[in-house]
């Protein structure tokens, strides 16, 4: 199991940067797919990114790419999310999520499954993100 601590949002102005930090338990974190999703008021929770458990791939939805990197630190259990030129579209709880495939699962980091938080079993607690326009 791994336990998942998100940190880092804030109130921002339209144009600047977050960067937002998930730190997780446990001593197989290096095995595990991670996510960022993200949760409007009144709208369901989506994809941000996703990366790789040797953070050698990654996946960036169509929405944030070119604005948005995700990057992680296997030695620090960590995995970071950077924003920049973030919109008041931009405002929601981020989420952190983390799945560790079964040995032989098969799978691409865009793959359509890894964008659906079905697919994740642990979550983080979730860090306010708000951009004032």
């Known amino acids: 199991q791994v336990q998942l601590v998100e940190s880092g949002g804030g109130l921002v102005q339209a144009g600047g940067s977050l960067r937002l930090s998930c730190a997780a338990s446990?001593?197989?974190?290096?095995?595990?797919?991670m996510g960022w999703f993200r949760q409007a008021p009144g709208k369901e929770r989506e994809v941000v990114g996703t990366i790789s458990p040797s953070g050698g791939t990654t996946y960036i939805t169509e929405d944030v790419r070119g604005r948005v990197t995700i990057s992680r630190d296997n030695a620090e259990n960590t995995v970071d999310l950077q924003m920049n030129s973030l919109e008041p579209e931009d405002t929601a709880v981020y989420y952190c999520?983390?799945?560790?495939?079964?040995?032989?699962?098969?799978?691409?980091?865009?793959?359509?499954?890894?964008?659906?938080?079905?697919?994740?079993?642990?979550w983080g607690q979730g860090t306010q993100v708000t951009v004032s326009s």
């Open positions: 446990g001593r197989t974190f290096r095995s595990y797919i």
């Open positions: 999520a983390a799945e560790k495939p079964p040995t032989d699962y098969s799978y691409t980091i865009s793959d359509a499954r890894l964008r659906t938080p079905e697919f994740y079993d642990y």
